[in-house]
Nanobody, 114 residues
Framework: QVQLVESGGGVAQAGGSLRLSCVASGFTFSSYFIQWYRQAPGKERELVATITSAGSTNYVDSMKGRFTISRDNAKNTVYLQMNSLKPEDTAVYYC????????WGQGTQVTVSS
């Protein structure tokens, strides 16, 4: 059973940092890309960052320089390091992959106070 489980969300002050984790199971983790998405209240879910199976990364422009996606294949885990947080980063953050079908985690709430 393909599963993604996020953790690491919480409350941070503007300018602070959080590190999210996404632990994968049920598939050959090292062979698949992982993406982070986020969904703020009343808004559509949006892509944040991508890491390929080879470790190449890509970011949405508004996150470049503040967010870093990385992976540890030995731990079946992808991380999202978020620095210089802004109130507009407040959202539920999800990890995602495609293993024959879309697979989403349950999400982790990030709240940034001003």
């Amino acid at each position: 059973q393909v599963q993604l489980v996020e953790s690491g969300g919480g409350v941070a002050q503007a300018g602070g940092s959080l590190r999210l984790s996404c632990v994968a199971s049920g598939f050959t983790f090292s062979s698949y890309f992982i993406q982070w998405y986020r969904q703020a209240p009343g808004k559509e879910r949006e892509l944040v960052a991508t890491i390929t199976s080879a470790g190449s990364t890509n970011y949405v422009d508004s996150m470049k320089g503040r967010f870093t996606i990385s992976r540890d294949n030995a731990k079946n885990t992808v991380y999202l390091q978020m620095n210089s947080l802004k109130p507009e980063d407040t959202a539920v953050y999800y990890c995602y992959t495609w293993v024959g079908a879309p697979c989403w985690g349950q999400g982790t709430q990030v709240t940034v106070s001003s």
